[in-house]
């Protein structure tokens, strides 16, 4: 049999030990150079071909926008609108699903030195830009026309392209096919299989469980009370900065949504061109956050901004109900004059926000009789020191004592809620009366009852320094309230 050893021809080998180069030239780093200009023009080749064919797929997904516009503005050729809308609303309608405006990813080391690749919408809105300056700079009577000559010429140019590139990338892969190189080695029939063993001797777990009337009952706490969820005396145990914390169910319009808030009500051009830069706005989230800062904003009287969020909020729920092309169906009728859609959407933003504003205007009028009955005040036990020139000072029981008496007191002070022990344990007090001030009057009485008889508050005199500020402002205070006592008891006299 005849052996054909053409096939060896296509082998791409780096050296060659039976060249012989110039005596004066070094064989091995010759042999070394040629490696590298083999390698490099092997790199240099498929990097090429990625750039091509990722070049091919966004210029065949922009070749498909141009022909929808191109029919979508061959359709309004009767119509003797304004060419710059009829423009305008064909884009719109040729945008397509804003699921599939972003291009394909970038293969790597192709456009590295781009930072971001733009949207198709992006590229329409560019060529639209651009045909535009072409038609004002004809002058033309009949716009409309230039304009469908100037978006075919574009859509001709970019097929042109899209030949040369296709002619370019066939005679590449061609050249790479011809060498047989190490990555062409591959394995042929190759496969391997473990077989498991099934564990059939696996026992389901069971639990005993008590049938109860009611299940409820053995998770509630005995010494919990039923109607607000807390203990007694267990309002005294909250922090001060617990308001502080930040609710993890808290809806509120992301940066995106806030932006498109800003847009003015009714321009839908400039709606359509962020939605297309920003698809992840159309998001069911966005919706939910731009409803909740339109009733903020009515509350805190911008009723102005309330009632942008409520458009714009519901136009993104309109664009994500309509379906895949809902944001180009929506922008289609809301644009077309006259369009039963128009008097839908607007009214649907009327009444929201109509909504809003009655239920604003109802949380105001409450909030603003609470303040009123917050300032007639509230019955609370506070500690402050009667007579003049005398303080309240908190002495906490030693709890290394062995007197019977300062261990009762200690066994007294443990027993009080931990939100106490704190206020009693910093020795201020303005932050017992807070905790004080929380708790009922009954309770407050009970506390401040035990914390006298267990000797924890006691009454002393206070020293002032005369020699400061602070300390003659103080004498001239209780000289004060002697001579106004003084004065009053004059008035009233002696007993008979």
């Known amino acids: 049999m005849v052996v054909n050893y053409s096939k060896w021809d296509a082998l791409e080998l780096s050296d060659d030990s039976d060249f012989e180069p110039h005596p004066n030239v070094d064989k091995a780093s010759f042999i070394r150079a040629k490696q590298n200009q083999i390698h490099q023009q092997r790199y240099q080749r498929r990097h090429e071909i990625d750039t091509l064919k990722y070049e091919r797929v966004i210029n065949s997904g922009l070749l498909s926008r141009i022909d929808k516009l191109i029919a979508a503005l061959q359709a309004h050729g009767t119509s003797t609108g304004n060419a710059d809308q009829l423009v305008f609303q064909s884009l719109i309608e040729s945008a397509g699903d804003p699921a599939n405006d972003q291009p394909p990813p970038r293969p790597e080391g192709v456009y590295s030195k781009v930072d971001e690749q733009p949207t198709y919408s992006k590229m329409m809105a560019t060529l639209v830009d651009q045909v535009k300056k072409e038609v004002d700079s004809l002058k033309s009577e009949n716009r409309y026309e230039e304009y469908l000559k100037e978006i075919k010429r574009h859509q001709a140019k970019v097929m042109g392209l899209q030949k040369d590139l296709n002619t370019k990338l066939a005679e590449l892969e061609r050249e790479e096919g011809k060498k047989i190189t190490s990555d062409s080695i591959h394995t042929g029939f190759n496969s391997s299989s473990v077989s ?22 053995l998770n509630r706490n005995p010494l919990q009370r039923s109607d607000s969820g807390l203990s007694s005396g267990a309002e005294a145990d909250v922090e001060e900065d617990a308001a502080d914390g930040k609710d993890d169910d808290h809806i509120e319009p992301t940066k995106l949504g806030k932006e498109f808030a800003k847009i003015k009500t009714g321009d839908y051009r400039a709606c359509l061109q962020y939605i297309s830069e920003h698809p992840t706005v159309v998001a069911e989230r966005e919706t939910d956050g731009l409803l909740v800062e339109a009733f903020n904003s009515q509350i805190a009287g911008k009723e102005e901004h309330a009632q942008r969020c409520v458009h714009q909020a519901l136009l993104l729920q309109y664009c994500r109900s309509l379906g895949k092309d809902g944001v180009g169906l929506f922008f289609k009728r809301i644009t077309t004059k006259g369009h039963q859609a128009q008097k839908v959407f607007l009214d649907d933003v009327k009444d929201t926000y109509a909504k809003i504003r009655t239920r604003g205007a109802e949380i105001a009028k409450e909030r603003a009789e609470e303040e009123a009955e917050g300032s007639k005040g509230v019955e609370q036990i506070q500690l402050h020191a009667v007579e003049p020139g005398t303080s309240i ?28 022990q704190r206020a009693l344990e910093s020795g201020s007090l303005d932050e017992v009366n807070k905790v004080l001030g929380k708790m009922s009057v009954e309770e407050a009485e009970e506390v401040v009852g035990q914390l006298g008889e267990n000797g924890m508050l006691s009454l002393e005199e206070q020293i002032i320094d005369a020699t400061t500020e602070e300390g003659q402002a103080a004498v001239k205070e209780i000289e004060a309230r002697e001579k106004e006592k003084r004065k009053k008891e004059e008035e009233i006299g002696d007993p008979a």
């Open 196 to 217: 498991k063993s099934k564990d059939s001797t696996a026992l389901a777990k069971k639990t005993d469980t008590v049938e109860v009337l009611n299940p409820g009952a």
């Open 393 to 420: 000072n908190i002495v906490i029981p030693n709890p290394d004592s062995t007197e019977e008496v300062e261990r009762t007191a200690r066994q007294t002070f443990e027993s009080f809620p931990p939100g106490l």
